[in-house]
């Protein structure tokens, strides 16, 4: 099981960014995927989760609203379209999915003027 995140960087507030997570080594389409943060000095914390077929998607009460998470299950990847950004969302950036809950290894995302 891989997965690779990218897209990301840094980004003035309000400014968008789109993370994209590609998994390989399982059958994608038949598990759920989520988004995880971790900015410095807390915890890392649920931000998204997209079930198999896509139909289905949970949200951070932080980032309703703001951020979308979708898939492509012909791609093998998942997304995150995170619009509105505040310097609070400044993390890194984790997908997490697979058989065995495996995580990337992280894309930062600054949030800064």
């Known amino acids: 099981v891989q997965l690779v995140e990218s897209g990301g960087g840094l980004v003035q507030p309000g400014g968008s960014l789109r993370l994209s997570c590609a998994a390989s080594?399982?059958?994608?389409?038949?598990?759920?995927m989520s988004w995880y943060r971790q900015a410095p000095g807390k915890e890392r914390e649920l931000v998204a989760t997209?079930?198999?077929?896509?139909?289905?998607?949970t949200y951070a009460d932080r980032v309703k609203g703001r951020f979308t998470i979708s898939r492509d299950n012909a791609k093998n990847t998942v997304y995150l379209q995170m619009n509105n950004l505040k310097p609070e969302d400044t993390a890194v950036y984790y997908c997490?999915?697979?058989?065995?809950?495996?995580w990337g290894q992280g894309t930062q995302v600054t949030v800064s003027s």
């Open positions: 997490k999915g697979g058989p065995r809950g495996s």
């Open positions: 080594g399982f059958t994608f389409s038949s598990y759920v």
């Open positions: 997209i079930i198999g077929t896509g139909g289905v998607s």
